[in-house]
Structures are given as C-alpha cells and as structure tokens.
C-alpha cells in the first residue's frame, strides 16, 4: 500500500481535517470502552471522520480498491471492543455525522446521523411528546448509530423492546459501496427485512449513515419506586414474583449493596447504604393502571420483605434516583482500579440461582463483584472488579466470567443480552451455537460481504480447539483468517 | 430467478426418487395443496424436524421444488409458483416445545395453529397478541413467513417484534437455530429478521420462540360512524396523538363494514382498548369523548363484545382468497394514508369497481379488497400498485398473478436479497418464483 497517495485521496474526499494518520493521535483510536486487557487494542492506519453519506460510500470505495478492512466507530463506548480495528486498515468514526434531520410527531418518527448522541434525541422530542425508548446506561455519550450497530438495550427496554424494535429504517453503504435505503416510515416493506438484519450486526454487515427511529409517545402516567431489601436473594425472588403476577413495569433495576456504596459515595442520590439490594421500579401508561400497578408491586415487595417501598414524590427525584442507577458504572471508580463489566441474561425465574452464583464466584476467586442490572429482563451485568498490576488478577476475572457465562447457558441463559459480541465474546458463541448455527449467520454474513472487509474478525469465533475447528470448518463458517482480506483478495 | 423448468417424464422419476429417499414420512393426497392452481406431485407431512430436514435434503439433492405449508390461509400471498413438485405439509409438527409461564416465554413448532396456542397461553392468563381471520387454521410458521401482522400491532408490535428465537431447516437438510429462550439477547446475528417475512424462500421454520405478554383483564372498543373519510381520519388522528394509548385503530368504508358485519355508515373507526379493569372503562369514555365532535354516532363495545367484533374486522382486512377478486395492501404513513385511500377510490371507482376498504391508522396500512373481471383487475392493480410507500397484491386469481409482480415495485436493497437466496437456497428448491422479484 502507498500510504501517502492513500491518505491524499482520502483527504480529497473527507478534507484534511477529516484524516487522521498520525501515529500519536491515532492512539486514541485504539480501543473502545471494553478492557484492553480482554478485548485487546489495535491501530487503526487510518481514521477518517466523514461528514456525509457519500463521504462514507467514497471512502468505503476507496477501502474496497486498496484492499483494506474498514471499522465503523462512534463514540466509542462499546463494551466488547467491537469498535476496535482488530486488523487495521480505515476506520469510519461517525461522529461529526449528528444532526437530527426530522421529527416528525404525526408519523412518529426521527430521521437522524449516526453520530447523534443518545440522550440528545429524546431530549429535542420530549419537549414535543415523544421518546426514543432505548437508553443504555451510556446515553449521554452513546451514539444511535452506535446502538443500531448492537441492537442496544437500557432499562426501559422491559416494556418497549431493544432497539431493534425501534427502527424503521436505515440509509446504509453497503461492502458493495452501494448506498440504500431500507425500510421506511410503513411497517411490511416487501422482501427481505434488511433493517432487522442489520441493526445488531455490530457494523459487519454495512455502515450506517442515516437512522429513521420510532418515536414512542410520552406515557400519561409515571410513577418510580424504591425498594430496598435485606438481601440480593429477596430482592431477586421479588423480581420474580412481580414478572410472574402480570405486572409489566416499564423499567426493573436491581443494585446490590457494593453498587449502592459506590452510587451513593459519587452522587448522593438518596439510595439507603444499609440495604442488601434496591430494587428500582419505573410503571408507566393510563393513569388509573399506573396506580393500580404501583399498589400491585408494593405488595408483592412487601411480601418478599422489602423494608420500605419508597415512591420519588417528583421528576426531580425520579431524575436523580435514575441518573444516579445510570451513571453507576462510572461510579466504580470509587471502588476500584479497574472492572470487567460482564453481560448476560438468564431466563427471569433463573435470576436468583445465577446470583447466588456469582456469590460463589466472588469467594471462590478472591474478587469482589457488583451487581447492578436489568433485572426484569434477566439481564444480568455483574462488575468484577480488580486491579490490572495485581498479578494473577486478570487471569482469575477471565476465569470467573467464563464460569459465569457458561452457568448462564446452563441455565438456559446466553452470553450476551445487549452489549454485544465484537472481540470479548467471539469464542463464547460456541457455548450456545453449533457449527451449523453459526454457518448460517456467516451464510448472512456473506451475502452482504463476500470480501470481508467490514469490521473484520469480530461476532464469528475464532479460537476452537481442535475437533470443534474440523466441525466448524466443515460446516463453512469463516474461522481465524479466514475473513481476513488476504484470503479472499 | 429464473431456475428454468424440467420435462414432466424427469420429474416423475425424481419424485420416485424423493419417495425413497423420504421413505417412512407421511403421505398426504397432493390434490390438497394447490398453490395458483398448481398441484404437487407429491404431498409429505413430517412429523419431526429430523423428518422435515430429511425430506428437504432428498428433494434438493434432486432439483425438486418445494412450497412448505401450513394452514394453508395465505398460501395466496407469493408470485405465482414457477415450478412445484413436493408439498410439505408441517401441521403435525404442532407441539408447545417449552412454555415457560412465570418468564414469559414460549417455544412452539411451526405447525401450532394460532387458535391452539392462543388457547394454551389462555390458561395462563397470557397472549400472543396476533389478529388473523382464519385463526384455527393459520399456523405460527406459516404467518411468520408471510410476515403479515394486523391492527393491534400498533398496541403490540409485530410477530417480529415478540420473536426471540428461532429453528429452521435450511435445504440441504441442515438445522440451524438463531436467538434463544431469553427476552434480551445480542449473541450472534438476528437470524429471527432474516427469515421473518421472506416467504419461506430462505429456509423452513421448524420452530418459534416468543416474549409472551399478560393477557389483558380488560377490554372495549370504541366504535364510531362518520359522515365521511375526513371525519373518521380527523378522529383516529385525534386519538392516535393523545396519550389514551389504545392498541388498535381501525378505518372501514361501508362495503367493508359489510363484509365485517358492521352498522352501515359510510366510514365506521373502531379503537380497541385493553388494560386493567380499574383503567379500561374510562379510557374507552375519554376516547369516546376526544373522537364525539367528528363522530355521527358513538358507541362503547363491552369486553364480552370485543373479541368477536375484531374477528370481524379481521375478516374484512384479511379476507380470504375469491373468484374474480383481488386483495390489494397499500402502505403509507398514517399522515399520507387518507391522500392514498382517496387515490384508491378514485382509481377503483373510475374502473367501475366497488372498493371495500379497511385502513389501518396506527400503522399506515390500507386493505382493499374489490371484485370483477380480470382485465379490469390488473389494470386496478396497476394502478394501485403506483400509490403509496408500497403495495402488495395479497390475493388475486392465478391468471392475474402470472403476468405481473405482486410485491409491486422494485425496493433498494434487492441486490442483497437477491445474494441472501443464492446463499441460502442456491438450488432455487423452496418456494420458487414465489418471492419478490421472483426469487
């Protein structure tokens, strides 16, 4: 590769301003949010900051002709290194790509960048009635491209669904440099649901450039209660309880004692120290059902022995009790050098086992773990927390949360439930996909990209042992190297 | 594609061949499973997915086609078949596989009718929400693949918001699986939207595994008649930008308020509501009253009365198949749908056609259903398949459907589609020439 042509014909496309290729600042680029201990660091040759779409289908082009892979990138707060240029070549960064382009309230729907932030579209449409639904923990820094590209969950997903469920459709560049539009405002587009396909394909399948979002009608309703426990184990069985009653609340957060300190430590949000676990508890709808419902579960958290059953008496105290569960891993700081934030779900009636679970873990390999998750869902996020110059220590976190995921799967479980695959969690597919699963979905990834060059080396395992390589390889999935350029070009 | 067709006397000897290959499946009377007045030569009924996978790979492996079945409800839906010699029949693979009543989940096989399983979550005070007027005889598989999802998905969202898992046979035989048995799960690409709405042309679903929901204790429906089509747009548009969240908002003309077995008025609205006892009453009242000053008359439909009057509504909007008539589906946002109804009118009336319209306004559907001869139809057709986002002829005589393309125009992205079945199905042996583009 000639690189000084390259970097000249990617500056007549994106401006010199857009081209990042100096060594020093490319640094920056070459980890996302994920630990560099396990989803390890790369640098990218280039990064080039676009600012429309046929910027992105040009230097898409350009990638295609030199033989480069390419790496979508926004904020860059993903957590399983899938914005992370594991083979080098271009990096997309979409973030100077953020203006919201429409709201349209009569259809409900947003068109907007990539590079919009998470927490900025729901605040221009509250205003007017409306919300976008999906709101990871990382909204104020997230980008909706960011969360197309891993089907991103967040607390109200309980009642409104993943992403997924909340895009209608996507301008996208294609590997084949084509640009299109899929879906639209009308639900049933004829064909295949290319929009589904790709939201969650964690950029390998295409590079979006402009998102049409649902808008969710503000409820009439909210209410938000606090509940402590004595213990993670009656907070757990009162999740449980209040799924299985028919109650379907819009947001279900458990904190355990550990989070709550390091919640309270850094923000001082009103959440009681003493407890065992709190379970936050968000109902939302018709006014006369959110009342009902609130009653429905005080009961049942009474029952399961919560001390109190606190209701935020305003939006401002529902706003605090919510920025403080949001901003929880931030907080971790207080407690801790460093953490290996995990990521699973369990079926919700599992939830109790699979947390006496990571208790066990805790003891059995000297760490101290966090809980603080999705509870409703059963999604679970347990912070193992260490310190990266204590030697031995990463091997024990690798180790506990192997232990973890695969009792996860044991228990009908999977590995991951929103943060997504990209570099951490490749080899873990094998726990719950066989060979002729995981064919399929490269059969998927094929069609959208015969050279493989998006996003290479991310979601499709890569490491097997020797019996499970002759399997897979049978059955046609691409294993190490094999979605490597220098195979196909 | 064009996948060519074969002389009837090779044929007959590939079909003996597949006989011996699928030695122990069931047999079926071919006569049964017409597609476009086409019949099979031959009709199996697996009983298991090793079954299932066993005949695909023999009728791959000899260049056979396929149409996998269901209830059969929908089999109008598709291009016109452009080769057919295997029906599948996959009803007897009909079990609730894993129900998991205290996690809201559900897993089924494929040939579960809608009516069984909704009868079974029924003992559990939970539903799938799925509106479909033949529910005893559509099948789960069957409406996932035809990707076809009524008024109540503005409530609830589609079959393919609900999907959280998925099994399916591709056509070597292979059996491959996408998503799992929990509500949130990023593990691996979204195989449920791959195969979901792509007609079985892919692969063939062998099982489904849903979020479920809690049934509602409560339910009414708002019913209204209006003077004319601006009234009854106003009123839904009214209620569809309040916070009265109902799950459902409905439009039809008086020829499809007679097919539904309405009151007779121009344009009837019906607004179904389903929530707590304690809320359902007085969010039909205040949808009453937000819809009164456009309305002529207002009625409230009790819970008793509600189901059986969207089994109605249903029957009009997805009517089945009739001599010399067509089923026409017209997408437009819900702003654009009264421009499009009226273009719709006017282009059907022009015709001398009498158009029978349901609009769905929470999602931006509109349901035509008119009849007459065929030459009059496919200009109707062509016409209405000029309007709105997209249209899609549903159900039309075979005659009709050999000469033209059902899913209207052309959409972005075709080239990918076009890819995805070379991959899939490189042999052409599901479905063939039935989906878009004749893929």
Request: aromatic share 6%; proline share 6%.
């Amino acid at each position: 590769m000639d690189r000084a042509t390259l970097r000249e014909r990617l500056e007549a496309v994106v401006g010199a301003g857009g081209v990042v290729a100096d060594p020093s600042e490319l640094v920056v680029y070459e980890y996302d949010a994920s630990d560099e201990a396990i989803a390890g660091r790369h640098r990218p040759d280039f990064v080039v900051l676009p600012e429309t779409t046929e910027q992105v289908a040009a230097v898409v082009r350009l990638a295609r002709e030199y033989g480069l892979p390419v790496t979508p990138r926004g904020a860059g707060t993903g957590l399983a290194g899938g914005a992370i240029a594991a083979r080098g070549g271009i990096m997309v960064v979409l973030t100077r790509m953020n203006r919201i382009l429409e709201i349209n309230e009569r259809d409900r729907y947003a068109i907007v960048e990539p590079g919009v932030i998470n927490l900025e579209l729901s605040t221009a449409t509250l205003p007017r009635g409306y919300f976008f639904a999906p709101d990871p923990s990382s909204q104020r820094a997230c980008t909706i491209g960011g969360n197309v590209a891993n089907n991103s969950g967040g607390p109200h997903c309980l009642k409104y669904g993943v992403t997924s469920n909340h895009i209608m459709g996507l301008e996208v560049v294609l590997p084949s440099g084509e640009v299109v539009w899929t879906g639209g405002p009308v639900p049933e587009s004829p064909g295949v649901d290319l929009t589904g396909v790709l939201v969650g394909s964690e950029g390998t399948l295409g590079i979006v450039t402009k998102v049409m979002v649902r808008l969710t009608r503000n409820p009439e309703a909210v209410s938000v209660l606090l509940a402590p426990f004595p213990t993670i184990e009656t907070a757990s069985n009162a999740v449980s309880a209040i799924v299985a009653a028919g109650v379907l609340p819009a947001a279900l957060e458990m904190m355990d004692r550990l989070s709550i300190q390091a919640v309270e430590a850094a923000f001082h949000a009103g959440y009681p120290t003493d407890a065992g676990a709190v379970l936050l508890v968000e109902i939302d709808g018709l006014a006369e059902a959110v009342a009902e419902s609130a009653d429905a579960i005080t009961d049942i958290c009474r029952q399961h022995d919560a001390t109190e059953v606190r209701v935020a008496a305003s939006a401002e105290e529902r706003e605090a009790l919510w920025f403080a569960r949001k901003a929880a891993f931030g907080a971790m700081g207080r407690l801790t050098p460093n953490y290996y934030l995990q990521d699973a779900t369990v079926p919700r009636t599992q939830l109790p086992p699979t947390l006496q679970f990571v208790e066990e873990l805790s003891r059995e390999y000297r760490l101290r773990i966090a809980n603080v998750f999705h509870a409703g869902d059963g999604n679970l996020h347990p912070l193992i927390l260490f310190d990266r110059y204590e030697k031995g220590a990463i091997e024990r976190v690798l180790r506990a949360g192997t232990d973890l995921l695969t009792y996860c799967v044991e228990r009908g479980g999977t590995v991951s439930g929103e943060h997504g695959i990209g570099l951490e969690k490749k080899d873990y597919l094998t726990l719950i996909f066989t060979p002729d699963d995981l064919a399929a979905m490269a059969g998927l990834k094929r069609s959208f990209d015969p050279l493989a060059y998006f996003n290479p080396d991310k979601v499709f395992p890569t490491s097997f042992s020797c019996g499970e390589l002759a399997a897979v390889k049978a059955a046609g999935v691409p294993v190490s190297g094999g979605l490597g350029l220098e195979d196909v070009i | 594609m064009d996948w060519g067709s074969r002389m009837s006397s090779d044929r007959l000897s590939t079909v003996r061949n597949l006989e011996a290959l699928s030695d122990g499946v069931a047999r079926r009377d071919p006569s049964a499973y017409p597609v476009d007045g086409v019949l099979p030569a031959v009709a199996l009924a697996p009983a298991t997915v090793e079954e299932v996978s066993a005949c695909l790979a023999a009728a791959d492996e000899a260049g056979l086609a396929v149409v996998p079945w269901g209830g059969g409800s929908h089999m109008a839906l598709g291009n016109h078949v452009s080769a057919y010699d295997v029906a599948l029949d996959l009803r007897a693979l009909n079990a609730v596989v894993q129900h998991e009543p205290d996690d809201l989940t559900i897993a089924v096989q494929a040939g579960c009718t809608v009516a069984a399983l909704d009868r079974h979550l029924a003992n559990h005070g939970q539903i799938l929400p799925i509106d479909v007027a033949q529910p005893e005889r559509a099948t789960i598989g069957g409406l996932l693949a035809t990707g076809l999802a009524g008024p109540r998905r503005f409530g609830y969202g589609a079959l393919r918001d609900l999907l959280i898992g998925i099994t399916v046979v591709l056509p070597r035989g292979t059996v491959a699986r996408g998503g799992g048995m929990v509500v949130k799960n990023v593990s691996g690409f979204d195989m449920m939207r791959l195969y979901y709405g792509s007609l079985g042309s892919l692969a063939v679903i062998t099982q489904a595994n849903f979020k479920v929901i809690p049934r509602p204790r409560a339910q009414r429906t708002v019913l209204a008649r209006f003077s004319s089509l601006a009234a009854a747009a106003r009123a839904a548009e009214a209620v569809r930008m309040s916070q009265l969240a109902p799950t459902a908002i409905v439009a039809v003309n008086e020829a499809a308020a007679r097919q539904a077995d309405l009151p007779a008025a121009a344009w009837s609205v019906g607004l179904r509501c389903e929530a707590p006892p304690v809320a359902v009453a007085r969010q039909a009242e205040r949808i009453a009253e937000a819809i009164g000053a456009e309305a002529a008359a207002t009625e409230v439909i009790d819970h008793d009365g509600t189901e059986p009057l969207w089994q109605r509504i249903n029957l009009a909007l997805d009517a089945a198949p009739a001599e010399q008539t067509i089923g026409v589906r017209v997408g437009a946002a819900p702003s654009q749908l009264v421009t499009v109804a009226e273009a719709m009118i006017a282009s059907l009336t022009a015709l001398d056609l009498e158009p029978a319209l349901t609009l769905d306004f929470g999602s931006g559907l509109a349901y035509v259903r008119t009849a007459g001869d065929p030459g009059v139809l496919l200009r109707a057709w062509d016409e209405l398949a000029r309007l709105g986002a997209h249209a899609t002829l549903l159900t039309a005589p075979a005659a009709i459907k050999r000469s033209t393309e059902v899913f209207g125009r052309e959409p972005q992205g075709f080239a990918t589609m076009r890819a995805l079945k070379a991959e899939f199905d490189p042999r052409g042996t599901l479905n063939r020439g039935r989906f878009i583009g004749n893929l």
